[in-house]
């Protein structure tokens, strides 16, 4: 059986005599010693050991003993060890500013060991209460993260679902979702905007084309050009599919949102729905556009055959009847000029493994 751990008293002065009496009698009671003589190393030690209650001195050189509980009690590491100050019996205006600074008890200089004991032990039960709330909020705490991520991520996983259906009935695979989520998050890694960008645009740009669950399957589905007419009812799937996704105060559904009303907006203004330009288009829908264009060129349509990934390169770089650079933003561009290679890669890997 483990033993259990002593409580450990870290005692405060600058009068080695001091420090000797109070080490002596705390041993005695059973406790574990640390000491030092000033407050700039009782931080210190105080944030690297476990603590349980600290005997201070108020006078102290380098850093005193308010300056020090200062220091303590506004640190969430420190803030909870309970502080006991060292006084002189009449220090009434250093006890009433010890009060305001945060200190758990006082002691009255000379010492006197019967009362010492009892301060100790009634530290100690503070300690212990702190310590049990401390460690059920983090329990709460937990408990309230993993229930919103499994809310989240069952939401996600509703969307997605819908979002899978849309692409069915335009005859496409739930690989193309999957392939545009990565491609995505690779250029939201390779332009360094955090974790939780990429991993939000991931989930996001999946439902990039949720709103195809609202246009009539003889125009999805069509062998052959779009009448005008046609393409107006097509262009409005950017439309219905941001009204599936709004009002949500989910981060990603809120990006998944502009990522479907905007993604077939250019950079040079030539896009729909509302022909924003530059930076007026967000960035996560400036990024699904060119991996959703990447994954057209190389996906086989009922009107169009594959291109290999050189020959999607071509096109994204260099520009043809359709597409031209000037319709990406020009980092994005930039990104895939560089990593264009890690899209032949992911595009791969995902056929492979489905």
Avoid at 18 to 30: E, P, S
Avoid at 149 to 156: G, L, M, Q, R, T
Avoid at 230 to 251: N, P, Q, V
Wanted: aromatic fraction near 10%; charged fraction near 30%.
């Amino acid at each position: 059986m483990m033993e259990e751990r002593k409580a450990t008293i870290l005692i405060v002065d600058d009068d080695p005599q001091n420090r000797m009496l109070l080490r002596f009698f705390c041993k005695k009671w059973g406790f574990d010693v640390d000491e030092c003589k000033n407050g700039a190393e009782a931080v210190k030690k105080a944030n690297e050991k476990e603590i349980d209650i600290i005997l201070m001195d108020l006078m102290m050189p380098k850093l005193d003993g308010f300056s020090a509980l200062e220091v303590l009690k506004n640190n969430l590491k420190t803030k909870y060890i309970p502080v006991i100050i060292l006084t002189a019996a009449e220090d009434t205006e250093s006890r009433i500013k010890g009060i305001e600074l945060g200190a758990d008890d006082f002691f009255t200089k000379p010492i006197n060991i019967h009362e010492l004991k009892l301060r100790l032990k009634n530290s100690l039960k503070i300690k212990y209460y702190n310590d049990t709330l401390k460690n059920y909020n983090l329990y709460l705490e937990n408990e309230l993260k993993k229930k919103i991520y499994e809310v989240k991520k069952a939401y996600i996983d509703s969307l997605y679902r819908l979002a899978k259906i849309a692409e069915y009935k335009d005859r496409e695979t739930g690989d193309h979702l999957k392939r545009i989520g990565y491609f995505s998050k690779e250029v939201a890694f390779r332009l360094g905007l955090g974790s939780e960008f990429s991993e939000n645009i991931y989930h996001a740009s999946q439902m990039h084309d949720i709103g195809k669950v609202g246009i009539p399957e003889n125009i999805l589905q069509k062998n052959g050009k779009l009448t005008r007419e046609e393409f107006e009812i097509m262009k409005k799937h950017t439309i219905i599919g941001a009204d599936i996704l709004k009002g949500s105060h989910i981060s990603v559904l809120k990006m998944a949102e502009k990522i479907a009303k905007y993604h077939h907006e250019k950079w040079n203004g030539e896009g729909y729905p509302f022909k924003l330009k530059g930076e007026s288009i967000p960035l996560s829908a400036r990024i699904v556009a060119l991996a959703d264009i990447y994954d057209a060129l190389r996906s086989e349509r009922i009107y169009k055959p594959s291109l290999t990934h050189k020959q999607a390169t071509e096109v994204i770089l260099k520009g043809d009847n359709r597409t031209r650079p000037e319709h990406f933003d020009p980092e994005v561009l930039n990104i895939f000029k560089k990593y264009h290679s890690t899209f032949e890669e992911i595009y791969e890997t995902v056929r492979a493994v489905s």
